[in-house]
């Protein structure tokens, strides 16, 4: 459980294994590639020369970039469309991607897929868009019972004639404007929500009259392409035409699944050889090379190195080098490549949230793990209620991210562990200790002053621990300044060790150590705070002790002090909220069941019963979860943690 080491290779190729070892790289899942140009630019790329390879390495000077291959896209994009119409998913399988491939060919093969299946998939289209028209004319309906040749109707010389349809909405304001109107609006009836209407207008009124009708979104039929009869015989031959066009896309549709399952093997190999093809061509876009050689460079975890070289093969043709992180450019930041087992990792999301640790940091996520279950279990304490949020995760794994079920799976675990110790089951005390009789039990409501002081101890004990985090970070990197006289180092620990033992001797009476001698502490530490800069530049060495004007150092310095005895007071008085939010917890159950008794029937008392869990689990459970990152972003990150980091992505599908 901790930041694992990375190194980068620095690779070189013939060409025409460039593509096939990229392949390899991306299958492993376990390189970030980089630019290669960001190296070799500052003559960082490191290359084992031997006598026999040296004069055709050094041809560097012709060095290029590999353009981007901008034809793979629109040969996915096509292979996409077709399968698409075919209405088949295909199914990416790392499996078809190992090998040899090439693209020449896998154009001509969706060329012939594509082709295979254009006639068919154009004459869906036509169907589908003839069975769409049809659709509309099922309004006819209304006036199949009139005995009228509708081709005479609609082609006469001095009138116009629209069949069609509105809304209710808009029938309604046509009706209000009847009198405005210049033309016989005729209402034939209501078919599927809409109101069919008949209009006829004179031909000179035509402009207006489709002005009128744009307007209130009139929907005409046109029947320019039929064959008029009277309205029954139309409604018939429609009802026809669309059982065959019907018949006519099931056929089609029986012959397509066949085609399917004939070939959804290739479709899938393809497929999977095409998406491959896309992320190789994004990665060469990062690669360099001469006319024979490639060069190429990635962040990869130091515990593969071995496995790597395997990988690649013995020189002449492929030579790799390795180098540590702090051998590399400063232009390409080291990535953090974060590495917690199974039962911690989840929380690696809510780590990430509020920053990626860097590379030489601590990492956070064990301590956040353990702590954060510990904090949440503490105001959410109910047996009951933790085996519900368990239960959630586990069955909501496929519909959330894996991450976020993970933590609603331990988060509930530690609702569950305080909850037997509060002896609470969905509200209910005495419930557990009924049934399992142990002396260990400690309910919130019957010691609310314990409560409260066991929230502050767990804050002072966690504000410790990232003091101690912080620490050993500032000293990782370094920095004398912070880790050592800094409010957040050794002398920010003694500060608030001092002055915690100060305010306990204050209200218990009884002073650890004497009060002089604390006194004394308290005010070196605060002369520390306001020269720590020119001291540790003083300690280092350096010319310069202070980056400004002396006067707005000392200036900020004093405000700075200001701001460190307030936060000290703050961070260990924050964690109270960890008892309140305990005690909250039992006070809603308490309000819940006594509107159950006001009620007074079984019924009332389960309904009271299901409202209420439902609503403290997830209303409260909320509150808590938020309230639990606060206090770890805000009183215990603030002091140890940058989150200034990358983190690993490795390239893969």
């Known amino acids: 459980m901790a930041i694992e080491k990375l190194v980068m290779a620095n690779v070189v190729c013939r060409r025409n294994r460039l593509d096939g070892i990229i392949r390899d790289l991306i299958l492993l899942e376990r390189c970030e590639f980089v630019d290669t140009f960001l190296e070799i630019d500052d003559g960082d790329f490191s290359i084992g020369i031997s006598e026999e390879n040296a004069d055709e390495i050094l041809d560097m000077e012709d060095i290029v970039p590999i353009k981007e291959n901008k034809e793979i896209e629109r040969v996915i994009q096509e292979f996409e469309t077709t ?67 509708l081709e005479k109707l ?168 390795f180098k540590k992180s702090e051998e590399v450019s400063y232009k390409i930041p080291t990535p953090t490549f974060l590495k917690n087992n199974r039962f911690f990792k989840p929380f690696e999301m809510l780590v990430n949230m509020y920053g990626t640790p860097m590379h030489n940091e601590t990492d956070p996520t064990f301590f956040f793990g353990i702590t954060y279950m510990i904090l949440f279990g503490a105001m959410f304490g109910d047996l009951g209620q933790g085996l519900v949020i368990v239960l959630a995760g586990l069955l909501l794994r496929k519909k959330l991210s894996p991450e976020f079920s993970g933590i609603l799976t331990r988060i509930g675990i530690g609702s569950m562990f305080f909850g037997f110790i509060y002896d609470s089951f969905f509200g209910y005390e005495h419930v557990i200790s ?77 002073q650890i150590l004497p009060t002089i001698f604390l006194e004394i502490v308290i005010l070196i530490s605060v002369v520390l705070l306001l020269v720590k800069q020119p001291l540790s530049n003083k300690l280092l060495g350096h010319q310069i002790l202070i980056d400004e004007a002396p006067s707005a150092y000392y200036v900020e310095g004093v ?52 409202l209420g869990n439902v609503i403290i689990i997830a209303l409260e459970g909320l509150v808590v979860f938020i309230q639990g990152l606060r206090l770890f972003y805000y009183e215990l990150f603030s002091k140890y943690y940058s989150g200034d980091g990358i983190l690993f992505t490795p390239d893969k599908i």
């Open 83 to 149: 399968l698409s119409s075919l209405k088949y998913t295909p199914k990416v399988d790392t499996a078809h991607m190992r090998g040899v491939h090439n693209f020449e060919t896998m154009i001509d093969e969706v060329e012939k897929f594509s082709c295979k299946f254009a006639v068919l998939t154009e004459e869906v289209t036509q169907i589908e868009s003839r069975i769409e028209a049809l659709e509309q004319y099922k309004v006819l309906e209304s006036i199949k019972n009139i005995d009228i040749d």
């Open 559 to 610: 405000f700075n002090l200001f701001e460190t005895f307030l936060g000290m007071i703050s961070n260990t008085a924050s964690f109270i909220r960890v008892g309140a939010f305990a005690l909250n917890h039992v006070g809603l159950f308490i309000a819940f069941h006594t509107l159950a008794e006001m009620i007074g029937t079984t019924t009332g008392n389960i309904a009271m019963f299901l």
């Open 154 to 321: 609609l082609n006469m010389d001095h009138f116009t004639v629209k069949l069609g349809f509105l809304t209710r909405e808009k029938a309604k304001r046509i009706s209000q404007n009847y009198d405005n109107i210049k033309a016989l609006v005729l209402h034939a009836g209501t078919f599927d929500e809409k109101e069919f209407y008949i209009i006829v207008s004179p031909k000179s009124l035509d402009v207006e009259m489709g002005r009128i009708l744009r307007s209130t979104d009139f929907v005409e039929i046109n029947l320019e392409n039929e064959h008029f009869e009277t309205p029954a015989k139309l409604v018939e031959a429609i009802k026809n035409e669309k059982i065959e066009c019907e018949d006519r896309l099931v056929e089609i549709e029986t012959m397509t699944q066949k085609d399917i399952s004939e070939n959804s093997q290739e479709f899938d190999r393809l497929y999977s050889m095409l998406i491959m093809e896309r992320k190789i061509d994004q990665v060469r876009t990062k690669v360099a090379v001469t006319e024979n050689l490639a060069y190429l460079s990635a962040w990869v975890p130091a515990e593969d190195i071995e496995p790597l070289h395997k990988l690649f093969g013995p020189p002449p043709e492929t030579l790799v080098t």
């Open 434 to 510: 009924g049934v399992i009789p142990l002396p260990i039990y400690f309910r919130p409501i019957d010691n609310i002053n314990l409560v409260l002081i066991y929230a502050i101890v767990i804050g002072i004990v966690l504000v410790y621990i990232s003091y101690l985090y912080s620490i050993v970070n500032k000293l990782r990197l370094r920095d004398i300044e912070e880790g050592v006289f800094g409010r957040n180092g050794i002398n920010g620990l003694i500060l608030l060790t001092a002055l915690l033992m100060l305010v306990y001797g204050m209200f218990v009476g009884d």
